[in-house]
């Protein structure tokens, strides 16, 4: 589950670094040359800023989210890791308790 969330937002922050963060901002760009032309609204220049913004804003939340998403598989992969680890010593340990009791039982030392 977790793996395939990764996945989605990686490819979402593709789309947005390689497509979406440029336009707007060519967008922006454009309005306000426009504006500095006399060609243009300054509520446009503005709405293009606006947009901008929000775009980069999405952007970072969804560096967060997969960031969150790493931390997660993170911990999951560690605590599995140390479950196996206290499993094998446990095994280890019982193996260990069972020769003993057996070297006991048929008088071995």
Same mark, same amino acid.
Request: proline fraction near 0%; hydrophobic fraction near 25%.
């Given at each position: 589950?977790?793996?395939?969330? *990764? @996945?989605?937002?990686? %490819?979402?922050?593709?789309?947005?670094?390689?497509?979406? *963060? @440029?336009?707007?901002? %060519?967008q922006a760009e454009a309005s306000l040359t426009a504006y500095t032309n006399d060609d243009g609204d300054f509520a446009e220049v503005v709405r293009?800023?606006?947009a901008e913004l929000n775009a980069r804003i999405s952007a970072l939340?969804?560096?967060?989210?997969a960031l969150k998403t790493v931390a997660r598989i993170n911990y999951f992969f560690a605590h599995s890791?140390?479950?196996s680890n206290a499993e094998h010593k446990s095994m280890q340990t019982s193996h260990k308790t069972n020769?003993?009791?057996?070297?006991q039982q048929f008088g071995e030392k």
């Open positions: 589950k977790e793996l395939r969330q *990764l @996945k989605r937002l990686s %490819d979402r922050q593709s789309i947005y670094q390689e497509q979406l *963060l @440029k336009q707007t901002h %060519d293009a800023r606006i939340r969804i560096d967060v989210d890791q140390s479950n020769q003993h009791l057996s070297s």
